[in-house]
C-alpha cells in the first residue's frame, strides 16, 4: 500500500517536473539567432531543474522533455522529431540532462548559498557545453559534411554563447532562492 505522504510526494514531483517541462520547450523558443547555434533560454530552465528539483528528478525531467522533442513534439529550438538525433544542437540536449543532474547532486546536502548555487551552474555549464561542442564537431565534420575546424567549434559553440549562459547561471541564484520558498 502507498502510504499518503508518498502519494503527495509524487504527485508533487510531477507537478514540478511538468512546469519544468514547459518551461524548457518555452525557453527553446525564445532565441537569438547568432552564428552555428542560437541563443536560447533553455539552458536558463534545465539549471533552475537541477538547482530545485534534484539530480535524479532533474535528469528524468529532462529526459521526458527530451523524448517528448523525438516523437515529434516541437519542443526544441527548431522544431522536434527523430531525425532531431541527427541534428547538430542535439549534443547540448543531452548536456542539459546530465549538466542537470550533477548540478542536482552536487546541492545535496549542501548550503543553498550564493557560493553553492553558482558554483553548481558553473559545473552544469561545463558539462551542457562538452557534450554540446563534441557533439557539434563530429556531426558537423562526419554526418553534415559541413567540414568545422575545432576553432570553429570552439568560438562559435562555446566562446560565443557562453558570456549569456553564465549571466543566466548568476541570475539563476536569486530566481532558485525564491522559487524554492513558493515551490517547496
Ligand atoms: O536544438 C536545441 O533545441 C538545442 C539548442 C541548444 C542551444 C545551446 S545551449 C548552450 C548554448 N547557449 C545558448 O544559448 N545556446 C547554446
Not at 529532462?62 to 544542437?89: D, E
Amino acid at each position: 500500500m502507498i502510504n499518503s505522504k508518498t502519494k503527495k510526494l509524487k504527485t508533487r514531483d510531477l507537478t514540478r517536473s511538468s512546469l519544468f517541462i514547459a518551461l524548457i520547450a518555452i525557453g527553446a523558443h525564445i532565441k537569438v539567432p547568432i552564428p552555428y547555434i542560437p541563443f536560447t533560454l533553455q539552458f536558463l530552465f534545465t539549471n533552475l531543474c537541477g538547482l530545485l528539483l534534484g539530480g535524479e528528478i532533474a535528469f528524468i525531467c529532462i529526459i521526458t522533455y527530451v523524448l517528448l522533442g523525438l516523437i515529434g513534439l516541437p519542443v526544441f529550438t527548431t522544431g522536434g522529431g527523430i531525425s532531431y538525433i541527427l541534428s547538430p544542437s542535439f549534443g547540448y540536449l543531452i548536456g542539459f540532462a546530465v549538466g542537470a543532474y550533477f548540478a542536482g547532486k552536487f546541492m545535496e546536502n549542501k548550503k543553498y548559498d550564493n557560493k553553492n548555487i553558482f558554483l553548481a551552474g558553473l559545473i552544469d555549464i561545463i558539462l551542457v557545453y562538452l557534450f554540446g561542442a563534441i557533439y557539434y564537431y563530429f556531426i558537423a565534420n562526419f554526418y553534415l559534411g559541413d567540414i568545422t575546424s575545432i576553432k570553429n567549434v570552439l568560438i562559435y559553440c562555446i566562446l560565443l554563447p557562453m558570456p549569456a549562459d553564465l549571466f543566466l547561471c548568476a541570475i539563476s541564484i536569486p530566481i532558485a532562492k525564491r522559487l524554492r520558498r513558493v515551490l517547496f
